[in-house]
């Protein structure tokens, strides 16, 4: 998700880090570049005046909502001209879409459930539909983000087929990683996340993944699958996980086991029980909250994090599940650790790892988002984002 920058000159560079701070933050006021940047004031104000001039930024229509007085600093956002992105995430069950513009607003969105036996080619061909449906004119197209399921170091020979359709039927960049960890990467973008530098984000579904966010970054690893908390161990004598190993987290809290263990035939049906005190659900969603709290209370006292946002289909459960993970994680840290703690669950709802797919874009200093194309793609849904 970070790429070397290439050397420039100093002008050049400076306007380049303007550039790249509205592209991955969506819009700012020049004292908050200048802060952000470290460029003075007067650097700012000359470089904001160049860009405007040439057509690269515009002001923000976007309102700022805040208890402070007096005028509202104007805001700086990148020219959205008739250039988007487009996020993709292929999950064990659903095809989602959505369409953005450069200033992170989201033009449009669509999602197919299917089940989990859907061949690759019915995925594939559902997600060209969307993209079709959506994006008025190709040529306004910079990229795909793409999201899917599974580890992205060993990808499968289905996820390079389907990421050279997309690339050569609209002729962009198509940028491929795991689902989980792009919707962590949306969560951290634009949802519950947005001001937390330091990061565990959880995905809870039939699989459990994850993202970590240090020092503002996303961290991959060395082989690029960082964050895969579903294989923690937590049991090594404890039930056989689908990775061939034993006791592993998600063994014991994805969906395939939990619904099971209370009957429910979806998250709704638990979170039906919990709500009406369904003693066994709320064993059962106690016991989950306790394992899940044990890694991330050791995922904790490793990384020196404080924040952390639990997504995916379980955290629909809401404070049940938040209550018994926070007490978990109260019994394992630290008490100063415990205190500073910020726990809470994902805003963005389905649509996040389809979103991360444009915030993965978004991040990618390696893909050119400046203007092509003078043609229309209009807007048609108001953004759930800005
Ligand atoms: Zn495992």
């Not at 020979?157 to 491929?176: N, T």
């Not at 056989?240 to 063994?251: I, P, Q, S, V, Y």
């Not at 978004?362 to 209009?378: E, H, K, V, Y």
Request: proline residues 5%; aromatic residues 2%.
């Amino acid at each position: 998700m970070t790429t070397p920058r290439p050397r420039r000159s100093p002008r050049t560079q400076h306007e380049a880090q303007v550039l790249e701070l509205l592209r991955v933050q969506g819009s700012a006021s020049r004292a908050q570049i200048a802060a952000e940047t470290g460029l003075s004031r007067a650097t700012v104000s000359a470089i904001a005046a160049n860009l405007r001039r040439s057509g690269l930024v515009v002001r923000s229509d976007v309102t700022v909502t805040g208890t402070g007085v007096g005028r509202t600093p104007e805001r700086l956002a990148l020219n959205p001209g008739s250039r988007v992105i487009v996020g993709v995430e292929f999950s064990h069950t659903r095809v989602t879409v959505v369409v953005s513009d450069v200033t992170h607003r989201v033009l449009g969105s669509k999602v197919r459930e299917h089940g989990g036996d859907e061949p690759w080619e019915r995925r594939l061909a559902t997600a060209v539909r969307f993209i079709d449906a959506l994006v008025v004119n190709p040529a306004s197209l910079i990229a795909v983000g793409m999201g899917v399921p599974g580890a992205i170091s060993g990808r499968t020979a289905v996820v390079a087929r389907v990421e050279r359709h997309l690339a050569e039927r609209y002729g962009v960049p198509v940028r491929v990683e795991n689902n989980a960890r792009l919707a962590g990467l949306a969560e951290f973008s634009w949802g519950a996340g947005r001001d937390m530098p330091d990061l565990v984000y959880l995905r809870l579904s039939e699989g459990v993944g994850g993202l970590l966010i240090v020092d503002d970054e996303p961290r991959l690893g060395a082989s690029g699958s960082a964050g895969e908390f579903g294989h923690v161990c937590i049991d090594p004598n404890g039930p056989l996980c689908r990775c061939a190993n034993r006791g592993c987290l998600e063994a014991y809290v994805g969906l395939g086991t939990l619904l099971p263990l209370v009957g429910a035939a979806s998250v709704g049906d638990l979170v039906d029980a919990l709500d009406r005190a369904d003693p066994r659900a709320q064993a059962v969603i106690n016991a989950a909250g306790a394992r899940i709290g044990l890694v991330l209370a050791n995922t904790c006292r490793i990384l020196d994090v404080s924040s952390v946002v639990l997504g995916g289909p379980l955290a629909q459960a809401g404070d049940h599940l938040v209550r018994a993970v926070r007490q978990a994680i109260l019994r394992h840290l630290h008490h100063d650790g415990a205190e500073r703690l910020r726990l809470r669950t994902a805003e963005l709802g389905d649509l996040d790892g389809a979103l991360g797919g444009v915030a993965l874009v978004l991040r990618d200093r390696t893909i050119a988002i400046g203007r092509r194309s003078t043609s229309t793609t209009a807007p048609r849904e108001k953004a759930p984002t800005a």
